[in-house]
């Protein structure tokens, strides 16, 4: 369960644990700088990129310097021990961002908190003003996880990162991609290139609102090895985890569409309603192997 909660005009979601406002505005302009180390820089860039939303400027993003700072009112991302993994300390000053995060997931889900604080704005406004906040947060729960099944409908990699950006912005740290079904397969596979070549494409497919019924409309696609890994780079910027998601026991028509002999001997095709079907494979032990079955 998430908790919408409205804080000085700004809404977190889901509201941190600890929140203490301190009485300084923080003032971003053209100078704010991110500093980082190398390792956090994916996490950076995520907040970089929002700060450009909000002032119009590319800010700076650089490794941590010994002696005085060259950049006033610095955002500052660490690693560090906090309360568990995914938890994070914030603190906004007059004199900068301090954040702390628990593992990259910990300074990643700060970072949203710190989007989240952001003024949001129709077009950049040059610079803003943030409350003077301390945080502590921690997840109230390991995994939280989102299921995206693009079997039936193929997402574009591009929108795929972009639902990855929304989900981190609800702290969502596993993204689940069903990536098989009835009415597809969506993965390219090297060993078994029948599975995208044909399991991929369907005749047609049902008009909105009736599931029966036929667009007469060809439709197909599948994302290549390079798609997926761009998706799970992007996942690790926001400190989130993409887990490819399969169906075997049943929605396996379009595995039986391309493996024929898998089945039974009764002909499958990649399915062009939205019906359930109980078709799928079973395990008749090592010696042998994984069979079709129609229920």
């Known amino acids: 369960m998430f908790f919408c909660v409205e804080l000085q005009g700004q809404v977190l979601l889901p509201y941190p644990k600890k929140v203490e406002a301190n009485g300084d505005d923080l003032l971003v302009d053209l100078q704010t700088a991110v500093v980082a180390e190398k390792a956090l820089f994916g996490v950076a860039e995520v907040l970089v990129g929002r700060l450009q939303d909000l002032t119009g400027y590319r800010h700076r993003m650089t490794v941590p310097t010994k002696g005085r700072l060259l950049w006033p009112r610095p955002f500052r991302l660490e690693l560090g021990r906090v309360r568990g ?15 702390k995060g628990e593992g990259q997931v910990g300074v990643a889900n700060g970072v949203q908190t710190l989007v989240q604080l952001l003024p949001r704005k129709k077009k950049p406004i040059g610079s803003a003003k943030i409350k003077g906040l301390e945080i502590v947060d921690w997840p109230s729960s390991e995994r939280r996880i989102f299921h995206l099944d693009v079997s039936g409908h193929l997402l574009s990699t591009d929108d795929l990162k972009r639902v990855i950006g929304r989900l981190a912005f609800h702290k969502i740290n596993e993204l689940h991609l069903q990536l098989n079904g009835d009415a597809g397969w969506r993965m390219e596979s ?24 036929s667009d007469g409309v060809e439709y197909g696609g599948y994302y290549t090895q390079k798609n997926l890994r761009e998706v799970v780079k992007e996942g690790e910027r926001y400190g989130m985890m993409v887990v490819p998601a399969f169906s075997f026991q049943v929605g396996a028509s379009a595995i039986l569409a391309s493996l024929p002999e ?34």
């Open 262 to 295: 898998l089945g039974d001997g009764e002909k499958v095709e990649v399915a062009t309603t939205w019906e359930p079907r109980k078709v799928g494979l079973e395990s008749l032990g090592e010696s042998e192997g994984l069979c079709g079955r129609i229920v």
């Open 190 to 213: 090297l060993r078994f290139p029948q599975l995208h070549q044909v399991g991929s494409v369907r005749a047609s497919t049902p008009p909105r609102g009736n599931i029966v019924g």
């Open 85 to 99: 993994e995914g938890s994070y300390e914030l603190k906004i000053t007059k004199e900068g961002v301090w954040l």
